[in-house]
């Protein structure tokens, strides 16, 4: 880059030379504001998703750049929300990206009075062996009247309303052939 | 849901939101949709650009308020008193629909002439036994014909009415007596007359607080707005769902849609608005004790002993329309599930099935963690620490368990109880005297995932995965499946016929392209056949060659394509907009909608067309909820049962008897009729009646659940406020999914307590001062809203001061923002339906200043108990003693 | 069609003027267009602060809040007054509102901050909108008193992106070159922000405000739509149900530089003649 173009592209020479002698205008334009573009415009690609938050159901597009979520807007192609959110819809980014939000399994022992470390690989067998464990402490097989129950009321479980359907059936599936039967929802509250 | 169920027929929104821009009048009752619903509430604003009226009708002046043409401020709890207003002045008025209801509804029906109504009886409908507070439901039924001799059972605590989510009660529908003319004493239109005679303006004026004139205009509003050339749409949400008499609300608001001729209409219609993403998916294929998924109830433990047992249960053999092959559901879904051991040997699999007897409700399942009856416990993606009422009561219960396993995004204060919870301050609990063992499991975010979520309106819609979780983020459906699998091989070798269910289950899904199993399992859900996929709940049979994991999602996956996740642009399409997403059932948007056509089929007008019958077929924008090719002259053959025993005439296909329920002779628990009771906690005593509650309310009389003494009870001025509970637009339920995000915690980053100027002067209370919110349970603190949008009530000639409180927030130390949680207020009193809480409505007392902290808090909620002479039995008489009413 | 301040500001050929119409009737208070805004442009959170001004809890624009919803309660005024009336509504009576309102940049016509600005970080674009360039910034603060809404802040926050530099909305500038629409008002669910070009704009709120007073809503009118106002009219407009106080807004904005382009004038004669010697050194090599 010679010394003559460097300078020609300082400001003040532009609005010199240029369309814009006051210097408001195309003269005052760094490199850096011409450069810019609307970074969904360069998404590696664009992935159809729905607001997780109310009933509306409001189409969204995830933005995502390097395996990167970078933005979550409306899609205008929904017959019912019409491309739009609210400022719940419009914080998707965030509930994604939050920094705040815990990755790793937390683990607290039994009167413990701080989390711990665990292995998720450990966790989930854990888990399996209390369930294992309470299932013989509290299986119902029959009622005083000599009823069928074939059941534990030794576990219970309350989800969310953003379980998605197939993750509800499995769960009820799984739940049901363990004999646990509170097996509960937001939709009770 | 059972109360849409047992008045159409199925539990979800009749409408879709798309359908509102059409409605003349929108009534939004119970529901701050402008809030809750931002984006469906362009619907509404579409609607009021073309002229149509909008109204509200709430205890606060909301969002949904300021752009309304009128508000109606209603006393907290009353709502059935306004609504049956509105009925007594359409039917005072003869402005009913008259060739509609007459077609479509039950008002022709007689009813048994041992029925007693609730006018005759001071509050109790007949065959209610006061040792059990239920009822006897068998004079509520039919006269005439075979069903007239059958005994109903009362089912309740048994949640039965949640059944009827698709699939009215069971009755018998032969040789009902009717009388065409309606003139019948005993002819369901006169008995609604009479039922409703006595709520006048006057009286609506006295129990709700409303003005006669403001209600006048309601009710010309609506009347105006409906009709062969016009129609209203009523929109509610869980501002009615959460009350002890909750399913009666909606019922009321059923019986006018009905009279009106508002059903299956464009722009009519009731569209009940769920709270979440995907609750109604969530009772659809529920996570919920009474139900297996498509609405067929769990097995009972009396009564159930077999496949036919439990099929009479459920049906009876001789009623109409579609859920007359319930069978077929039935053995579909235990051949999903239980493969070649769902054999007619092993009651088609239901000797799998574990059994109910009761009440497994997540409240009564609570004080079961308090007795110890309860060793683990799993939350997925939710937080009753703060967002299940009486939160104390939840976060003692967890410290009961052995083990808790949380799935979250974050680290919610259900996980983190026993570390910062309200209870470790107060002293009543400490980490070292705490056993639970808990397992946080981060979880994956929508994005991370894919799946279907059913919205508001029946439709389900495909997201795609986006991205991988993070570090050791998973999905409940990768954890589910895995722990699943880890189960089935602690259990392959064993030989204990209580693990034989485990061995059973069938649990092997497929990746797709993307590597996730939740393509096979909508293929599962969706159902197949010798031939593959089926296309809907109609090609299921009831020998066991199909397989169906939810009848009524049964055809999401037709002709192999994944149909929730059509995205045809909104713009090619035209208003309805049927090739986006796929809606149960059978890809319906509108339904009932053969009632948007007259008797003969025709539409009511030109400017209200939708479906029609054009000689050979029913035809429209929309897919018809109906029998296809089934003429309006249509007539049944003597003897005929299930969907061939609809007539051309009988738009509630779902439905015993075809007809819309203006009364409702089976299906519910609290009465065939809404009927004006107090709440559980209420100052006033009830107007109408000597009974002032719910006399079928559920109660739990235990020294943990506190009830407060109400109207003219002696200490009920102790606590002389009605306080409501509500959201805002800016963040969501209990806060795990906003109150970790910055964007929305500045926007509302403290929780605070609204009241009127009037009020706070009453009380000394500071606008941004503190104030001390007061119950049976707790006392809380929230800072101070004075605003002219809360107003003092006249009601019962005193003045009601109702406090407001959103309920956002919960005391932790891992959210950006944190704070007291309104639900420890409530106490647990419960429609005896479908077991929800009464969190819209209690009674409390509000001071200035902050609340004590440590031991304090507890004396002082003590105190307020002693001086209201609050005892175990306080509050939970559910038959009011004769002689105590005014 | 008016002027356009991209010509003036030397851009050869500009694409129409672009513009926000905010129609406050139809506000429901979201803040959605708060959300999305910043969820595009990065801008940080602004304090947990409850502030209990109504709904309201993020108080004014600034560094970091470039759009803002105001909330307004209007008790019932009782002075034999007719009573007032609802949005949108054919007649009927209440006593009492509650308005909302998204502020935003005006996007001058005659834009203060821009003519006080010393270092040309803040910038007329090619859409007719005025946009500060976090590059150019020294955070001076000049533009800050200059604007007379009070729009333009310096960022603070220790530690924040962009701290201390002045900050405003950019009409999404960068969105803007790729032809798509503001992320405000591509969020608002009920169209209260429209973008577009500002001409059509004008037109559409013209309609509207007729069809408001049709709908006997004789309060509603427009803000900052004339072209012969002191700034020129503005770029992102609004129509307002009460006295433009009532929503914070100056019922008679002025241009806080109107007598700067005379001293400019003499300014740049100096600094003209500095330069002209200066390209006669460095440009001749070019």
């Given amino acids: 880059m010679s010394l003559g173009q460097t300078f020609l592209g300082w400001p003040v020479l532009r609005q010199l030379t240029g369309t814009d002698p006051s210097g408001r205008g195309p003269a005052a334009q760094s490199a850096r504001t011409a450069g810019l573009r609307a970074r969904t415009e360069t998404a590696d690609r664009v992935v159809d998703s729905i607001c997780p938050y109310c009933a509306v159901g409001c189409g969204q597009k995830v933005y995502v750049k390097d395996e990167r979520v970078t933005q979550i807007e409306g899609d205008p192609n929904s017959p019912i929300s019409r491309g739009r959110l609210c400022p719940k819809g419009s914080a998707s980014e965030q509930l994604v990206n939050s920094p705040r939000r815990t990755t790793t399994v937390r683990y607290r022992r039994p009167y413990g009075t701080e989390w711990e470390d665990l292995d998720l690989e450990t966790a989930t067998d854990m888990i399996a062996d209390r369930i294992v464990q309470t299932r013989e402490r509290t299986w119902q097989d029959i009622d005083a009247q000599g009823h069928p129950l074939r059941r534990t009321l030794g576990i219970a479980s309350l989800g969310g309303a953003t379980l998605d359907n197939e993750e509800n059936y499995l769960i009820k599936k799984l739940f049901t052939a363990l004999g646990a039967v509170q097996i509960e929802n937001q939709a009770r509250i | 849901m059972p109360s849409l169920g047992a008045s159409f027929g199925r539990g979800g929104a009749t409408t879709f939101l798309q359908d509102l821009q059409n409605s003349d009048c929108i009534v939004i009752q119970g529901s701050n949709m402008a809030e809750c619903h931002p984006v469906g509430f362009q619907w509404v604003m579409e609607a009021k650009r073309r002229g149509a009226r909008v109204i509200h009708i709430d205890p606060r002046f909301t969002r949904t308020s300021a752009v309304a043409d009128q508000h109606v401020p209603i006393r907290a709890g009353s709502d059935i008193a306004f609504l049956g207003g509105i009925v007594n002045h359409i039917l005072a008025n003869d402005a009913y629909f008259e060739e509609y209801v007459r077609a479509y509804t039950n008002a022709t029906f007689l009813v048994r002439d041992d029925f007693q109504d609730a006018e005759e009886l001071d509050g109790l409908f007949s065959g209610y036994d006061e040792a059990s507070a239920s009822y006897d439901q068998t004079s509520w039924r039919y006269a005439g014909g075979e069903q007239d001799a059958g005994a109903a059972a009362s089912n309740k605590g048994f949640a039965h009415g949640e059944a009827h989510g698709s699939g009215g009660p069971t009755i018998d529908p032969r040789g009902i007596q009717t009388d065409p003319t309606m003139q019948h004493p005993r002819c369901v239109l006169q008995v609604l007359k009479r039922h409703y005679a006595r709520y006048t303006p006057r009286v609506v004026a006295e129990v709700c607080g409303v003005p006669v004139e403001d209600f006048r205009q309601v009710c010309e509003a609506v009347v105006a707005n409906s009709g062969r050339e016009r129609t209203t749409c009523w929109v509610y949400s869980v501002g009615w769902t959460q009350h002890s008499t909750a399913i009666q609300y909606i019922r009321g608001s059923a019986i006018i849609q009905l009279l009106l001729g508002n059903m299956g209409r464009p722009g009519g219609g009731i569209l009940a608005l769920r709270g979440h993403a995907s609750i109604q998916g969530s009772t659809d294929i529920p996570t919920l004790f009474n139900l297996l998924p498509g609405y067929l109830p769990m097995p009972e433990a009396v009564g159930h002993e077999t496949f036919d047992d439990y099929l009479a249960g459920i049906r009876d053999p001789h009623q109409k329309g579609f859920w007359g092959n319930a069978h077929a559901y039935v053995i579909s879904l235990m051949r999903a599930w239980y493969g070649d051991a769902a054999t007619e040997d092993s009651n088609w699999g239901l000797d799998l099935v574990p059994r109910i007897s009761g009440d497994h409700g997540t409240y009564q399942t609570v004080l079961d963690m308090l007795d110890d009856k309860v060793e683990g416990y799993f939350l997925l993606g939710q937080n009753p620490a703060v967002g299940s009422a009486h939160g104390r009561l939840q976060r003692l219960g967890m410290a009961h368990l052995r083990w808790l396993v949380v799935r979250d995004l974050n680290l919610i204060e259900s996980a983190t109880f026993w570390k910062d919870g309200p209870e470790i301050e107060t002293g009543e609990l400490e980490p070292t005297n705490i056993p639970t063992e808990v397992f946080f499991l981060p979880a994956a975010s929508h994005v991370e995932k894919s799946g279907t979520f059913t919205q508001t309106q029946r439709l389900l819609q495909w997201h795609h995965k986006a991205v991988d979780p993070p570090g050791d983020c998973q999905s409940d459906l990768d954890f589910f499946y895995l722990l699943g699998q880890k189960l089935k091989a602690r259990y392959a070798g064993s030989t204990d016929p209580k693990d034989r269910p485990v061995q059973a289950v069938t649990w092997h899904y497929e990746n797709d392209d993307d590597g996730e199993i939740g393509d096979a399992v909508l293929r599962e859900i969706s159902g197949s056949g010798s031939d593959g996929l089926v296309s809907g709940y109609l090609d299921l049979k009831a020998d066991g060659s199909t397989s169906c994991g939810c009848w009524i999602y049964s055809g999401v996956y037709a002709d192999g394509v994944n149909q929730s996740a059509r995205r045809k642009p909104g713009q090619e399409q035209d208003w309805v907009a049927k090739e986006w997403g796929w809606a149960w059932p059978y890809n319906r948007r509108q339904l009932y909608n053969r009632a948007s056509a007259d008797p003969d089929g025709k539409p009511w007008s030109e400017r209200k067309a939708y479906m029609q019958w054009d000689g050979e077929h029913w035809v429209g924008p929309d897919n018809v909820d109906f029998v296809k090719d089934r003429p309006p002259s249509y007539r049944a053959e003597e003897g005929a049962t299930g969907p061939a025993a609809i007539n051309g005439d009988d738009p509630f296909v779902m439905q015993a008897d075809g007809k819309g329920w203006l009364f409702a002779p089976s299906g519910l628990v609290d009465g065939p009729l809404p009927t004006h009771y107090e709440p559980a906690e209420s100052p006033v005593d009830n107007a109408l009646y000597g009974q002032q509650g719910n006399p079928t309310r559920e109660v739990f009389l235990r020294k943990e659940n506190p009830m407060q003494p109400s109207g003219s009870e002696p200490g009920a001025d102790v606590f002389p406020y009605v306080f409501t509970t509500y959201r805002l637009t800016e963040h969501h339920t209990a806060g795990g999914m906003s109150r970790w995000l910055p964007y929305l915690s500045e926007l509302q980053p403290e929780f605070f307590c609204e009241v009127s100027p009037a009020h706070a002067k009453e009380r000394g209370l500071e606008h941004l001062g503190w104030a001390t919110i007061v119950t049976a349970r707790t006392a809380i603190e929230a800072r101070v809203l004075v605003t002219e949008r809360v107003r003092p009530l006249q009601v019962a000639g005193r003045t009601i001061h109702q406090v407001g409180l959103p309920y956002h927030w919960g005391v932790g130390s891992d959210a950006v923002v944190s704070g007291d949680a309104a639900n420890d207020l409530l106490g647990l009193a419960l429609d005896p339906n479908v077991h929800i809480q009464e969190s819209k409505v209690a009674a409390c007392d509000i001071r200035p200043g902050r609340r004590p902290r440590g031991t304090a808090l507890l004396r002082l909620v003590e105190e307020y108990r002693s001086r209201a002479g609050i005892t175990v039995e306080t509050g939970q008489q559910r038959l009011t003693p004769k002689g105590t009413a005014p | ?286």
């Fill in chain 3, 1 to 286: 069609m008016t002027t356009n301040p991209a010509v003036d500001a030397g851009w050869a050929d500009p694409p129409p003027r672009k513009g926000f119409f905010t129609d406050t009737s139809v506000c429901i208070g979201c803040k959605a267009c708060e959300v999305a805004c910043k969820e595009w442009n990065a801008v940080p959170d602004d304090g947990m602060n409850f502030l209990g001004s109504s709904y309201d809890n993020s108080g004014e624009l600034g560094g970091s809040t470039w759009r803002h919803v105001k909330f307004i309660e209007q008790p019932p005024v009782d002075l034999g007054m007719p009573s007032t009336t609802l949005p949108g509504s054919e007649g009927t009576k209440t006593d009492f509102r509650w308005l909302m309102s998204s502020d935003v940049c005006k996007h001058c016509t005659h834009a203060a901050c821009l003519d006080v600005c010393p270092t040309g970080a803040l910038f007329r674009t090619e859409f007719g909108t005025v946009v500060v360039q976090e590059d150019v910034c020294n955070g001076c603060g000049y533009c800050v008193p200059a604007c007379p809404f009070g729009v333009i802040d310096k960022r603070i926050g220790e530690g924040v992106k962009n701290e201390g530099l002045a900050q405003k909305c950019t009409l999404c500038y960068d969105r803007l070159q790729d032809g798509l629409t503001p992320a405000c008002a591509k969020a608002c669910p009920t169209e209260s922000i429209q973008f577009g070009d500002l001409d059509e704009l004008r037109e559409r709120a013209a309609q509207r405000v007729d069809q408001l007073h049709g709908a006997g809503v004789p309060q509603a009118r427009l803000y900052g739509e004339d072209p012969d106002d002191g700034v020129g009219g503005l770029g992102a407009f609004f129509l307002l149900l009460d006295e433009p106080e009532v929503y914070g807004l100056p019922p008679d904005p002025v241009v806080t530089t109107r007598d700067l382009p005379r001293m400019w004038k003499r300014a740049g004669l100096a600094a003209a003649t500095l330069l002209a010697g200066a390209i006669a050194v460095f440009g001749a090599g070019s």
